[in-house]
């Protein structure tokens, strides 16, 4: 545990290192729209045998589709997370689906009035739980992720002698804006969308400059954009960066057991991004409940995640999380929970990724719980 911690601090340490040279950071990124999709399966198996006897044979998927859209008036989100599998002759599941809308009063102001909805099913619900939010809130989360792409197709062409140096911040942020339009490519020019696309990169780095004495990015820079932009042979992880908090009343609309909902919740929550480089990444989130009845803060629930991220290079990413749970129930001893989560993901071939999973978890007095597994990651999108 102690040499897992000593290397978290290594990581980050490093990620503090500046990018010499670099003339754009994450959050000069200013966009009016940010589009961001995430769609992928992994999944492992485990078999042994002990003489003719079976004695594991479990298996486990995992399914996560994440999407946003965040305009300076309108945002939403909507992330599906979906897990099963079986042990021996045992089969569960967990599915949640998190839908959540929010609408800027003004576009020059950061407050915002919001309303969610969330449905979970697992083993053994009767039918599914799900319950809606609506409150207000303040703050901006921005996603970079088009910026992160642009500067890892600059670092390409710098190393293969395209362009003389660091492009200038304005044609980053330009680049990084036609990047992000890539739906809208598509729907204009359909099958042939790359080829615009691609060009109108080119034309940006062209007007910096910082253009060969060919005048183009040439056949190489073409294949760079791809390795990018399409994720072949590497992997550029999301870039978000901002804060928002928000308060509200969750009302609760079925149970699991078919039980009675219960009273409204006053809900807070926190979502907060801060990339130390364009190599390290830090995300953080919070969510308080506790009933709007006698027992306001006399019962509450606290869920928390901190997932820290680093490049190690184009094909090697370290990830890793770290999650909190506590329940506090009227006279009863509560049971806080720990999950740490570390894992190094090796690009092998387009969107699979062979991965090295340790995990460490502490629920109350009992026992730690450590564990660790191989798998295979597909990303779908």
């Known amino acids: 545990m102690r040499k897992l911690i000593s ?26 729209v940010s589009l961001a999709t995430v769609f992928r399966f992994d999944g492992n198996w485990n078999w042994s045998q002990n003489g003719s006897n079976v004695t594991a044979n479990d298996a486990r998927g995992h399914l996560l589709y994440t999407t946003f859209y965040s ?12 897990t099963g599998g079986k042990n021996l002759s045992s089969y569960n599941h967990n ?3 998190d839908a959540s809308f929010q609408k800027y009063f003004l576009e020059s102001e950061n407050f915002f009035g919001s309303a969610q909805l969330v449905m979970q099913h697992e083993n053994p619900y009767r039918q599914i739980a799900s319950d809606i939010t609506v409150g207000f809130g303040y703050g901006r989360y921005i996603n970079a992720t088009a910026l992160a792409k642009a500067v890892r197709i600059e670092g390409h062409l710098i190393k293969d002698n395209v362009i003389k140096g660091h492009l200038p911040k304005e044609t980053m942020i330009a680049i990084a804006n036609i990047i992000d339009r890539q739906k809208e490519y598509e729907e204009v020019y359909q099958a042939t969308y790359e080829t615009f696309w691609f060009d109108d990169i080119e034309k940006e780095i062209q007007k910096s400059g910082m253009i060969d004495e060919f005048g183009g990015v040439g056949s190489i820079g073409f294949q760079r954009m791809r390795q990018v932009l399409f994720n072949i042979n590497e992997k550029v992880n999301e870039r978000y960066y901002g804060w928002v908090t928000s308060a509200g009343i969750l009302i609760p609309t079925s149970t699991p057991d078919r039980s009675p909902v219960g009273s409204p919740n006053a809900s807070i929550s926190g979502r907060y991004s801060f990339p130390i480089s364009w190599d390290t990444q830090i995300n953080f989130k919070i969510d308080v409940f506790s009933p709007l009845d006698s027992l306001y803060f006399k019962k509450y629930t606290i869920r928390s995640n901190l997932d820290f991220i680093y490049e190690l290079s184009n094909r090697i990413n370290f990830v890793s999380s770290y999650k909190f749970d506590f329940v506090k129930q009227p006279g009863l001893q509560a049971e806080p929970v720990h999950n740490l989560d570390a894992a190094f993901w090796y690009y092998i071939e387009n969107n699979i990724y062979l991965t090295i999973n340790s995990n460490l978890t502490k629920q109350g007095t009992n026992p730690k719980v450590l564990g660790t597994s191989v798998g295979l990651n597909y990303n779908i999108l």
Do not use: E, H
């Open 71 to 82: 305009s300076l008036p309108l945002a939403w989100f909507l992330n599906v997370d979906a």
């Open 7 to 32: 290397s978290a601090l290594l990581f980050m340490c490093i990620g503090f290192l500046p990018s010499f040279g670099q003339s754009v950071s994450v959050t000069d990124y200013r966009i009016p």
């Open 95 to 97: 599915m949640k689906v």
